[in-house]
């Protein structure tokens, strides 16, 4: 049961996220609600990774060979370093959009309909 | 010894290339514009002549593999790592060779059709780092074997192309269309992460021969393939997630919308990958094949009416290009619909995956052409409103030779490409199901009707007085859209020769799992 | 001509037949064009549409735009646009909240059965 709470915190961050993306009007909290969301898959799959006592997985004088996989880490790391790059453009779109706009309303952003 | 080189490393070449170029591209344009472009030209035009070049192999000798980091090319298994392909590998079969081919000529003409229709932009040199990089990305999108890697390619897909959406500011409005492009697909792309994250959990694989071999379709498999077809289909356009498509493809510069229209068949392969060849006959295909076929037919029926009362003319072609994207769904969802079923399968089914394979290839060409004629108009003139255009046609002959067979390309009436492939899908969709193929033929009825609409407005009428002064295109723009023109003509001439060399060994590669497998575990 | 023709599984078409149909029609279309008037001269008198000898009208004001075409069809399907355009709001978290209900709805119909 213990081991399932990052499941759960998952599962919780994913309905958060969700939540914040489709009702908040703001355009910055629907980029942070992307942002949880994406939280939420690294930490589902470095849980994946996680071996109950578990040491890194180095294999110089590493203490036991029960180690946790090394695969879910690098790509965490990966998906970290593109949740970066994402974030930082969609911040930027914003700040030309505020400036141009006036507004981070997302009612307010439908130059472009029908 | 070069030649020796450039065959043994050709599948990652093909994405090494422009990927290099890209981030070089700045740095040769310190020295002058004239070094840019020979430069962006040269990379496009070596990545085309070593897909081209890839794409004979494979179709000649079989399916290609190139495995990362490993002491031979093809060893896909390590002796020591317990049967699993732990590296990252590189598969290009028929299917991925075709595509390859297609955007490698796509991408070629749109460069040399955006040296002269964006040289009057400012920072051309971040432009073509990312156009580059865009290219790089759907290359890689069709080359990789591994579902992490395709992520990654999927990634940097969006960000190249919300970057170049944005690239003119137009009071803020390219912004918002790129914005309302990137959050999409970048939902999309967490989805598929999530469907990574499940399959990795399951099976401790991501390589998509490894995973298709181990899959069991349980609960949670079945929630990463719906992760996986929203993401992807989503990132084609399907109605109804299809919203962002005519924002994007409306305000990007033409030259871009054609090559966001490469990244959405990219998607669209991606998804038949991974529907055909990584769950196979495991899943519930005729669910799944009936979802792909609602989708095709909303996107066809919803596309082209939408289309109709367009008034800016990227915007009506975006539709259309979401109408012709249910043409696709429509053929292979038949043929994933009767996968289980041999009979009905090598009657009909692998007809309608042919067909839809063919109209994903013409549609790239098609639709590139509309875009770029467009594009030479608007270049021209100054404006998007069908409403504030007329009497072009005594101007720019030439364009509007290519935008018409545009046109009937589209609209399918032969004896263009468009038609080839159209009557391979009504023919074998009719005898899955009649009302489909109904559906699909009036659908085309009313693509040749919006377009009258477009033609007539665009270049038919008396010579206007705010327009006496247009000239024609300029060259280069003219040879790129020349290049497509051909390619529809020749397509749409020697259909059975296309499908015999390219889409028939595609589709059999999609239907074909066990062959794909033993390619990259069996043997060794 | 086997290069030529395609084969459907039910059916075949050959692109040939078009192309000679398309040939004969450009014969034709030349045969009127050459016997077309011969003492017309640009830039005169000639050029000029004859209206009953009322004023030309401008041209902008004879270009038939593409707002005013497809109004009947626009007319007659009136109740379907007005439910289907009002759809497109361009609001995104309309975008996603398509997004997210298709996935319900096909994780509904693929997981419970």
Known sequence: ?114 | MITDFVIKNAPILVVAIPLIGAFLCPLVARISPMWRKTWVLGVVTVTSLIAILLASIVLTQGTVIYVFGASTSNLTVPIDSGGIPIRIIFTVDAMSAAMEVIMAMIGFSVILYSMSADQERSSLEQYYTLFLLLICSVMGMVTTGDLFNFFVFLEISSMASAGLVAYRVEKGRAIEAAIKYFIVSTIAAIFFLFAIAILYGQYNALNIAMLAQRLQFTLIDKIALILIVMALSTKCGAVPMHFWTPDAYSLAPSSVTAMLVVVSLASLYALFRFVFTMYGLTLSYVTIGWVLITLGVLSMVIGVTMAIPQKDVQRLIAYQGISQIGYMLLGMGVGLAVLGNPAQLSSFGIIAMEGGIFHIINHAIYEGLLFLTAGSIIYRIGTRDLDKMGGLGHSMKYTMIFFMIGVLAIAGVPPFNGFASKLLIYESVYLFNPVLAIIALVVSILTLASFVKVFHSIFMGPRLLEYAGVREAPLPMLIGMGILAVLIVVFGFFPQVVVNTIVAPAAQALVNQGGYLSVILGGR | MPDFTLFTGSGFWNPIFWFVSIIVALILIYIIYASGEKGYKRGTEQVKPFISGNPEPAKRGVQISAGNLYWGYMDSLRVYYRNLIPLHTGIITDYLLWMFCVTAILLILVVIP
């Open chain 1, 1 to 114: 049961m213990f081991w399932n709470l990052p499941y759960f915190t998952v599962v919780i961050l994913t309905f958060i996220a969700i939540l914040t993306i489709l009702t908040k009007k703001n355009l910055v909290k629907v980029l942070l609600g992307i942002n949880i969301l994406e939280s939420a898959v690294n930490l589902l799959i470095i849980s994946i990774g996680y071996r109950e006592g578990g040491v890194a997985p180095i294999f110089t004088l590493a203490p036991s060979t029960n180690m946790v996989l090394p695969t879910p880490q690098a790509l965490v790391l990966t998906s970290i370093v593109i949740g970066v790059a994402t974030s930082a453009l969609l911040l930027s779109f914003t700040m030309v959009i505020y400036r141009k706009y006036g507004s981070v309303d997302v009612e307010k952003m439908r130059e472009l309909r029908e």
